[in-house]
């Protein structure tokens, strides 16, 4: 038996994910049942990818907790019913597991990792795989107190040792600085690529540059946490030529408070300026299949730790990415080959652009090449292809795997 759990999402978030890795751990064990456990309203929404019923795949659910957060009693409220909730669910699951049976945890509340590692002691013959996020940052990048506490409950779970206990980083790059400062060691830890792909992944569009205007757009939530401010200084370096109307700078996305200042006419943003109004997940994909280039923002230290689903976002619908020079974007450009723009700054990123415009035919044939390698870089991003770099890593770590069909 295999149970996965996802103990920290209550509704629609990470929806696809925690239905890749339910397919990919079936792809593994092909004849073993998993049970997925998460919150109620979640868990439906995970059903309901499965159209068509998988007698091996069942499904159970934990109640939503439903408390305002208004005041600081609530608050202080609501994570003493979140650590008593995962407790409850830990324990039931390793209860009814016998030897050879694995627990997946895809995602728990961060004092609860603690807490997972000390449950998990008593059972030692149970395999246990824990997913771990992008807030694993927070060991080396806090900026606030409440990542500071988060980055100590991941330093305390890294420290506590458990047999048949094992970490799945969701970027290679996580996995590798994890290993060199020392935090896991090889004999406990794997990583994997989990983009947010629906099952489609084929594009018909035309490989070419427009002859008339460029929309170069800043995909995923905008705020200064992303250094999108940045894209309004980059505007007023372009103002002539998005006056001109040969450019269009947009943000596809919701806009975060932060950013409310910097508001711009220059930059177009599909809410009329809204902040916290998300676009419908059509429009969304919408407006980035229109882009010609995706551009980032991140600095040097920024997301190396997490998956972007913006990143993948960009990367499903084969947009070449303009960014600046960062440790993850420089990882995977070494890796995938030449997907986008490594920049230095703003003023090379406005060179670029203004090169992008003037020099249309050469950049044409760049703009070709950055695609096929996307194109190359989805096609290791499928369902089969993770199930069976996961069960051969997982072997490597001396985890038995079945042969799959």
Same mark, same amino acid.
């Given at each position: ?42 868990? /439906? ?38 650590? &008593? ?60 107190? &409440? ?16 047999? &048949? ?27 994997? /690529? ?78 009329? &300026? ?25 600095? #040097? ?17 084969? #947009? ?23 920049? /230095? ?18 950049? /044409?044939? #760049? ?39």
């Amino acid at each position: 038996m295999i149970y996965i759990i996802e103990a920290f999402v209550e509704d629609y978030l990470h929806v696809l994910a925690n239905v890749n890795i339910i397919k990919i751990f079936r792809n593994i064990y092909t004849d073993k049942p998993i049970v997925f456990t998460s919150p109620k309203k979640h868990n /439906e929404q995970v059903k309901e990818c499965f159209k068509s019923a998988d007698p091996l795949i069942s499904f159970e659910s934990v109640p939503n907790l439903n408390v305002a957060t208004t005041n600081i009693f609530n608050r202080v409220y609501l994570i003493l019913l979140r650590i &008593q909730r995962d407790i409850s669910l830990l324990n039931k699951v390793f209860k009814k597991c016998k030897p050879g049976d694995i627990v997946v945890v895809t995602h728990i509340y961060f004092p609860c990792l603690v807490l997972l590692k000390l449950i998990k002691k008593k059972y030692p013959l149970v395999t246990t795989l824990s997913v771990i996020h992008g807030d694993v940052e927070y060991v080396y990048y806090p900026k606030t107190k &409440q990542q500071k506490i988060v980055g100590f409950f991941h330093k305390l779970m890294f420290k506590i040792k458990a047999k &048949q206990f094992y970490y799945i980083f969701l970027t290679p790059i996580s996995k590798q600085i994890l290993l060199e400062t020392k935090k896991t060691t090889h004999a406990e830890t794997l990583a994997i /690529e989990l983009p947010p792909f629906p099952n489609d992944h084929s594009f018909k569009d035309s490989l070419t540059l427009p002859r008339d205007v460029l929309k170069i757009g800043h995909v995923g939530s905008a705020g200064v946490r992303k250094n999108v401010h940045l894209f309004y200084e980059l505007a007023v370096k372009l103002k002539v030529e998005i006056e001109g109307g040969t450019l269009q700078l947009s943000n596809v996305g919701v806009l975060e408070t932060s950013i409310e200042p910097f508001l711009s006419p220059l930059i177009i943003d599909f809410v009329n &300026q809204t902040i916290d109004k998300p676009l419908s997940r059509e429009k969304y994909n919408e407006k980035i299949s229109d882009l010609h280039y995706a551009i980032f923002f991140y600095g #040097k230290d920024d997301f190396i730790l997490r998956s972007s689903a913006a990143f993948f976002d960009a990367i499903f619908y084969e #947009k070449p990415l303009i960014v600046l020079k960062n440790t993850f974007f420089e990882d995977v450009f070494k890796r995938e080959g030449e997907i986008g723009y490594l920049c /230095e700054n703003l003023e090379e990123m406005a060179i670029l652009i203004n090169q992008l415009l003037t020099q249309q035919r050469y950049h /044409e044939e #760049k703009y070709v090449l950055m695609v096929e390698n996307i194109r190359k870089y989805k096609s290791k991003l499928t369902i089969d292809i993770i199930s069976s770099d996961l069960k051969n890593g997982m072997e490597s770590l001396g985890i038995i795997c079945p042969a799959t069909s």
